[in-house]
C-alpha cells in the first residue's frame, strides 16, 4: 500500500480567504490566529525591506496569510515533514512564493540571514493540558511542563536573526507566558523588549518583540 493510500485524506478550512489542507497529523488551523498575520502585516508595512520568517510554520496558513496581505516574501521552517509537505501544497494552491525549510529550528538558517520581521508560533500548552485536546498532535502542542520550553527556543533562534530595528510577532497561550517571555527578555536579551501585546484570549496571547 502506497504512502497516498495510508495518509489521512486531507480536509480544507478557509483561513480568511487562503484554502488550507491539513490532516489529523498536523494541527488544525484555528481562525483566531489569522490576528497574528494582520498584525504581522501592519508591521510590515514599517519595517526595512527583506522577507519574513515563520518558525514552527505548521501547515504554513499565518505566514502564507502574513505574506499575502503584506506583499513581502517569506521563509517558513517546521520540523515536522508532513507540515511541511501541507505548507508547499498550500503556498502553491495560494499563489505566494514561499522558501519552505523541514528544520530543527538550530540548523534552518545560515548565520548571516537576517529578517526584519519574524513570526513564531511554537507549542505552548503544558505537558498537563495534552489531555484536554485529544484531537492535537502532541508535538505541535506540547511545550513541556510549563508551556515554555520552545517559546524559549523560538525566542534564542528569532532575535539571533532579527534585524535590529524588526519585530517578532510571538504566539503564547496566556498573560503569564507574555510576562514569562518580558522577564526572559530583561534576563538574556539586552535591548529587546515587549513592545506590545494582543490579547486574544479564548485563543492565545500575541506578544510583538522589539528594541526598547
Do not use: K
Not at 519574513?52 to 505548521?58: D, Y
Request: glycine share 8%.
Amino acid at each position: 500500500m502506497t504512502q497516498s493510500e495510508t495518509a489521512p485524506t486531507p480536509e480544507p478550512v478557509d483561513f480568511d480567504g487562503i484554502r488550507i489542507a491539513w490532516d489529523d497529523r498536523v494541527l488544525r488551523p484555528r481562525p483566531w490566529t489569522a490576528e497574528q498575520s494582520r498584525w504581522a502585516a501592519e508591521l510590515a508595512a514599517y519595517l526595512p525591506e527583506g522577507p519574513i520568517l515563520e518558525l514552527c510554520a505548521g501547515a504554513g496558513h499565518i505566514g502564507l496569510l502574513a505574506a499575502r496581505l503584506s506583499g513581502r516574501r517569506i521563509v517558513q521552517v517546521d520540523r515536522d515533514p508532513v507540515a511541511v509537505e501541507h505548507a508547499r501544497a498550500n503556498a502553491g494552491a495560494a499563489g505566494i512564493e514561499t522558501d519552505l525549510r523541514c528544520s530543527s529550528l538550530d540548523t534552518a538558517l545560515a548565520p548571516d540571514e537576517s529578517f526584519p520581521l519574524v513570526l513564531a508560533d511554537p507549542p505552548w500548552l503544558t505537558s498537563e493540558e495534552l489531555a484536554d485536546f485529544p484531537a492535537d498532535p502532541v508535538d505541535a502542542v506540547d511545550g513541556g511542563p510549563d508551556g515554555t520550553a520552545l517559546i524559549a527556543e523560538c525566542l534564542r533562534v528569532a532575535l539571533a536573526h532579527l534585524h535590529p530595528d524588526g519585530h517578532l510577532v510571538l504566539q503564547v497561550g496566556r498573560p503569564a507566558q507574555a510576562a514569562w517571555v518580558a522577564e526572559r527578555l530583561r534576563a538574556a536579551y539586552d535591548g529587546w523588549v515587549v513592545a506590545d501585546l494582543r490579547d486574544c484570549r479564548p485563543g492565545g496571547v500575541l506578544v510583538d518583540v522589539a528594541r526598547g
